[in-house]
Structures are given as C-alpha cells and as structure tokens.
C-alpha cells in the first residue's frame, strides 16, 4: 500500500476532472462537500459505473472560484483490468477482487492511497507491490510529482 500526498494538487486534479485518465476505472463512492455535501455510490443494478460516466456531474459540481473543501474519491479497477494486472505480477495465492485509487482532498492537500482487495487471505505482498509499480509509472508517466506521506 502506498501513501502518498500529491505535491501539484492542480495537476493531479486536472488528471482526475479534466481528462480520461481515470475514465477505465469504475467509481466506488464520491464525496464533495462545498458548502453544501453530495455524495456519489458508484453501485448501481447492473454493477459499478465508470468514472467517465459520471465524471461530468461531479466536474460540474466542483466547478467556480472557490476550491471544494473537502472531496474523497474511490476508483476500482475494472474486472479485465484487476485480471491483467494479476497475471503480469504472477500472484497466485489468493484471488484478487480489485485495485484501489483512494484520493482525499482537504486543508488544500490530496493525498492518494493505494490498496488491493482480496476474496481471502494472504501474506503476500506480490500483487500489491505490482499496483503500486504501476501508479507510480501512472504519476510519473503524468508528470504528478508525490511524495511519501509519514505513516
């Protein structure tokens, strides 16, 4: 699991609101508060949307000249996505159900965690340490400088 704090909010944000970057990922939940609190679940009958989906109305939301004071976001990997990253890591022992992107965004910081669900148990940390590779050639690749925020 990483933790880490997102040193340009301003790059990050526009990855997120602005551009299809995260738009293959499915939504878990949203929440915004801006004087007033919206909140998205991503479930829906026929599963999980996708952020490109619902991106507009939260982009929409958190539009003007005030920055939101408080947003948290949570994206899961699409199923074909979870399978692709499980299989080039190697990782056997316990199914992988997701890949998780948790950003939370309040007192003008965004700090993005990392975390993998599994159907069981395991002591491995192989499929973990194989997502966390990739958000970091992700936030390289896009120029989003980080660092590791203190535990």
Do not use: H
Not at 65 to 83: G, H, N, S
Not at 93 to 122: H, I, K, M, R
Request: net charge neutral.
């Amino acid at each position: 699991m990483l933790s880490l704090t997102i040193v340009s909010v301003k790059q990050m944000t526009s990855l997120i609101f602005a551009k299809d970057a995260l738009d293959p990922f499915l939504l878990k939940t949203a929440v915004i508060r801006r004087g007033f609190r919206a909140e998205f679940d991503g479930r829906t009958s026929d599963g999980t949307i996708l952020w490109k989906e619902i991106r507009p109305a939260v982009l929409e939301l958190l539009k003007g000249e005030k920055r939101p004071e408080y947003f948290k976001l949570v994206f899961l990997t699409a199923p074909e996505a979870t399978e692709k990253l499980v299989e080039k890591s190697g990782f056997t022992d316990c199914p992988v159900t997701s890949f998780s992107l948790n950003f939370t965004y309040q007192n003008d910081s965004l700090s993005l965690t990392t975390g993998v669900a599994y159907e069981g148990f395991t002591l491995s940390k192989t499929a973990e340490k194989a997502w966390d590779n990739a958000v970091l050639r992700f936030l390289e690749k896009n120029a989003v400088p980080v660092r590791e925020t203190d535990a």
